[in-house]
């Protein structure tokens, strides 16, 4: 017996001794799969334009389509492949301004911003609460026109630097943005405006499947629970469906979905009419065509498209065993970050679209508005959004910003440079989060933007 | 006793040796994986940029020059020199990341089709032709195809003393447009610059933002080799064949179409093989050191690929009315080859590439 138990206690003395000691334990493995089935390996320039790895048959070839279509790029009519851009556009693509399927090109100081635009409206709203639109300009400012006709006017982005300091001393640089309409071809008038940054299009169609529920259930307008931070679903209206529904998309969470997020980036971008937005952004306008081509985009090719955006794979985390990420990943916690940026989600079940039911996923992201303060307040509000009310930006993917579009330039208008200056724009709700932040040591900073770089 | 100690002993130093065995041997140091992204960075990217940034150089000296004075040489030698900076870039959209793509450089290079209504506009008009001027014009107003229309005309039959001054004005300023970027992607993977691709490409690590791993540099490139045959076998030759229509083609003005494709095969081959001019370690080496006939495979796609495209005999546009067949073989080779890159490359750099 004595002989038995000594061979069992040498067995289990070696077995665990080869175990190594460590981190490991504290890591949850599973949010290396930020995406859920729908993950993806590819870093670099790629890291964004991946295709759900699961998609196969009809779904795989629309989604070749929409990924053409998203490439195409659009002229004026009359021509023989893809005619109809204008006549008041902002881009002749969507890659323009979605390059890698990811941001756009960096706003410049004193120059004209290729992948910014402004959202303009008049005070007031319509009957279903969306922002009225601006008389001959409508409800965003085209800065560019096919040729022999004028654009709206041009956009001009100029910046005011500030310095701020970290508790340890350590100085920071922020710069603030002013955005000057030049050359309106007609009067303005009193207006309300938001400028607006390009936003990768990747895991999309995954936050689109998040139940409802489950992102009301984190509602806490009135904040009960005193935690500082309220949480509001916005409320928008649907065309396609001719209801109120959920906002889930853009930077006010103004969009239902993503085939209203991309017919309307045709209308108001491009100067694409389809059968969601059937006019032209000029009628009623000196800039009006009078051609009888619309729709110019095909209810085809718009699925096809929406569908590509619907499918796009999300990358998965990296150096997620590092010590420092891991302990980045604590001070997020601590931070308060995880109180808006939710990092866990699971889609709904779906048996008509497998590849995206039922998938756990870590987007970062609750879906709501929240005050960002006084800082970050736009001046147009945006059917139950507030000025200074914005979405939470999901930061998947965020760490492969440089890699996909070689900057880092962040927030809604693009005016922080880097991560960091994101963080410390924070207000509002955030203001505490942003603290703790600021009062980090120089190490735990480092260490907290070395976890957001691994998402 | 003596004996069960002895079988105990023996037991326990099975144990121990096994229990601590690794599922795999330690591999040997092997610097193939790493030799190979050096050797594409250096003799097959950066070389085939600076051979880009030199020929459009020359391709603008060669328009100014026929521009001041017209003559017939001097358009053909105008010509042949967009062809050959037009060969050069074709093979280099096998390996489309990079700069190429994140700083925007390739849409305002080559954009296809060209807004033609737009471009007679500026020609009529007295738009200046300055840097400040083309910079803002739209994608399609710039680049390749504008000056392939400028340079060949509509029928490709343009002769030196059709060209007008506006015409003129507006090539010199493309061509210096053109050489101006292709500069800038030449300098962004030179080594010797500040922060230059070349170095974050043949040097992953985490604190590299843009390739943690070889793996991702390999996976970049073998996507970037599935993305060019998706394009030319999905996109340029089957959109105007399927349509049967000669107005959707690519590089219609200069009838250089089916060189297009063929360079564009030429790009996937260099980058398997690595060699531009000369041959160097390529993805091949790798593969052939774990997979023989994957290897064999590979090569045999490629060359079908471009000996399918050669053997189309005449120009693309008339091609998809009179030689179905053969372009329709084109289009299933370059399929296949894509097909294979997807469903076997990938995967295998997914399983040898650390």
Known sequence: ?455 | MKIMTKNTLIGISVLTLVACKKDHPTPEVDTLQKDVIVSLASNVNTYAYNQLASSSNDLYSAIVSFCATPTSEGLTNCQDLWKTTRSIWEQTEGFLYGPVSSDNIDPRIDTWPVDYNALENVLSSSMAFGETEINALDDALKGFHPIEYLLFGQDGAKTFDQFTVREKEYLVALSLNIKTLTAELASKWDVNTNEDYYTYFTAPSTSNPYYQTEKAVYLEIANAMVGICDEVGNGKMSEPFVAQDPSLEESPFSKNSITDFMNNMRSVQNVYLGKFSTDNKGLDDLVKKYNLSLDQTINTKINAAISSLNNISGTFSTAIIDEPVQVQNAIDAIISLQECLETELLPFIQTYVK
Request: charged share 20%; proline share 5%.
């Open chain 1, 1 to 455: 017996m004595i002989r038995f138990l000594f061979f069992i206690f040498v067995i289990s003395t070696i077995l665990f001794s080869c175990k190594k000691p460590g981190v490991i334990e504290e890591y949850n493995e599973q949010d290396w799969m930020a995406g859920g089935t729908q993950t993806v390996f590819e870093q670099g320039s790629g890291a964004y334009r991946q295709t759900f790895p699961t998609l196969s048959g009809e779904l795989l070839a629309t989604h070749g389509t929409g990924d053409a279509m998203f490439e195409a790029t659009f002229v004026s009519a009359p021509a023989p492949k893809n005619s109809g851009l204008g006549p008041i556009y902002n881009a002749v693509s969507c890659a323009t301004c979605h390059i890698n399927d990811g941001r756009g090109m960096a706003p410049i100081d004193g120059g004209s911003s290729a992948s910014l635009f402004l959202k303009l409206s008049s005070s007031g709203q319509d009957i279903h609460g969306a922002p009225n639109e601006l008389p001959g300009f409508g409800v965003q400012l085209q800065t560019k026109a096919i040729f022999g006709t004028q654009a709206e006017g041009d956009l001009i982005v100029t910046y005011e630097y500030e310095t701020g300091y970290f508790e340890d001393g350590t100085s920071y640089e922020l710069r603030r943005p002013t955005f000057t309409i030049n050359n309106p071809y007609t009067s303005m008038g009193s207006y309300l405006f938001s400028p607006r940054f390009s936003r990768p299009v990747f895991g999309l169609g995954l936050l689109e499947a998040i139940p409802e529920w489950a992102i009301i259930a984190n509602e806490d307008n009135l904040d009960v629970n005193q935690d500082g931070i309220s949480g509001k679903a916005n409320y928008v209206w649907d065309i396609k469906n001719q209801k109120t529904s959920l906002g889930r998309f853009g930077w006010k969470a103004g969009v239902p979905s993503i085939l209203q997020q991309v017919a309307a980036a045709y209308s108001q971008d491009i100067g694409m009419t389809n059968f969601l937005f059937p006019k032209e952004t000029s009628f009623t306008q000196s800039q009006y065509d009078n051609l009888s081509d619309e729709n110019e985009l095909s209810d085809s090719l718009l699925y096809a498209t929406a569908m590509y955006i619907r499918t796009l794979a999300v990358p998965a985390r990296r150096n997620v065993q590092d010590p420092e990420v891991i302990k980045g990943k604590q001070l997020f916690n601590s931070a308060s970050c995880i109180k808006c940026h939710t990092p866990k989600h699971t889609t709904g079940v779906n048996v008509a679209f497998a590849d995206l039911s039922n998938q756990t996923i870590f987007p970062y992201t609750d879906m709501l508005l929240h005050d960002m303060g006084p800082n970050l307040t736009d001046n147009r509000p945006e059917y139950l959004a507030f000025e200074s009310e914005w979405r939470t930006p999901p930061l998947w993917g965020i760490g492969l910003s440089v890699a996909v579009n070689n900057h880092s330039f962040f927030l809604h208008d693009g005016r922080a440079r880097n991560l960091s200056e994101a963080i410390l724009w924070h207000g509002g709700e955030a203001i505490l989060a942003r603290e703790n932040y600021r009062k980090m040591s120089a190490s735990d900073r480092a260490a907290l933007l070395k976890f957001l770089n691994s998402l």
